[in-house]
């Protein structure tokens, strides 16, 4: 199933530059303004070891520039423009952590600090088609069928997949799941995206998604225990189940897209795939993320905590 994996491929890169909680809560203290080492420590409790690997990684990744003080003692990490425009992708990261993860407070009290200073207003963080602003639901969204490229994404995603470190699963119970426990994997995701392209069966995500029944059987499992999928009975001799997305599990939709989008657009500079359509405008699929109250797009510099 090629959407999926085209759906797929870009995010993977997406995760596996931000996708671990220590960093998305760096570029959390980065949008609040932070750019000091021990700021960053201070306030995410982050040994510094850890510290001092993710921050280099982000900057070889040029979401951080470093600059040196005028002292010349210390460095300060300043976003770049790249950096600045993971802003969607992390607001909604943390509207998805304030809505679903409970133990996450900081989330909830963060979220609902932020100000948009442009219209004065709570920021309440909306996705909306870039070409007629409407909402984009997943139901919404039509592909213009090409075979192309097909058996390299499988392999692409295969060979990717066997070099990444499966994230544990033990230390996510239920409650304390956060988002990226639950997607960081490739596996994961693709079996999302399926999700949100209506596939429902066992046999079916094995077919399209090429997946071992061993890994799919263990993924959903996870899935369902994390309240993002419920599995139901369609039939009894011999039994036969099928799975569907949860509120919870559809909710995760537009960061997924938008994270997608960022990765595409900024990291990989590609041109938007034409090819995914919104059915209600008939334009390129392009996702928007606007404040609710008066339609504009915040920027970094717009919010305040
Ligand atoms: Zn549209
Ligand atoms: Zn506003």
Same mark, same amino acid.
């Given at each position: 199933m090629q959407h999926t994996l085209i759906l797929n491929e870009a995010l993977a890169e997406g995760l596996d530059l931000i996708g671990d909680k220590w960093t998305l809560s760096i570029l959390r203290e980065a949008f609040y303004g932070c750019t000091r080492f021990e700021e960053f420590r201070q306030n995410t409790g982050i040994s510094k070891a850890t510290l001092t690997r993710r921050l280099s990684t982000l900057t070889d990744a040029g979401v951080f520039r470093k600059q040196t003080t005028q002292t010349g003692a210390r460095k300060a990490y300043q976003l770049s423009r790249k950096g600045a425009s993971l802003l969607d992708a992390s607001l909604l990261a943390l509207q998805w952590e304030a809505q679903w993860n409970q133990t996450n407070t900081k989330a909830k009290q963060v979220l609902g600090s932020i100000v948009h200073k442009p219209c004065g207003k709570h920021l309440k963080p909306k996705v909306v088609c870039a070409h007629c602003d409407e909402p984009i639901h997943y139901s919404h969204i039509k592909w213009l069928d090409s075979d192309a490229q097909f058996d390299d994404q499988v392999s692409s995603i295969k060979a990717s997949h066997s070099k990444t470190r499966r994230r544990? %699963?033990? %230390? %996510?119970t239920p409650e304390k799941a956060n988002l990226i426990d639950l997607i960081a994997d490739r596996w994961s995701i693709l079996i999302l995206m399926a999700c949100f392209f209506d596939t429902t069966r066992f046999d079916t995500f094995i077919k399209q998604l090429n997946i071992p029944s061993s890994i799919l059987s263990e993924r959903l499992r996870f899935m369902r225990e994390h309240g993002i999928l419920l599995k139901s009975e369609y039939q009894q001799s011999p039994p036969r189940f099928e799975y569907g997305l949860t509120d919870k599990g559809k909710s995760v939709f537009p960061f997924v897209m938008v994270l997608r989008q960022w990765v595409n657009d900024v990291m990989l500079q590609q041109a938007p795939n034409q090819r995914l359509i919104h059915t209600d405008c008939g334009q390129a699929l392009k996702f928007k993320l606007v404040c609710s109250s008066c339609g504009e797009q915040p920027g970094v510099g717009d919010i305040s905590f």
């Open positions: 544990s %699963a033990k %230390a %996510a």
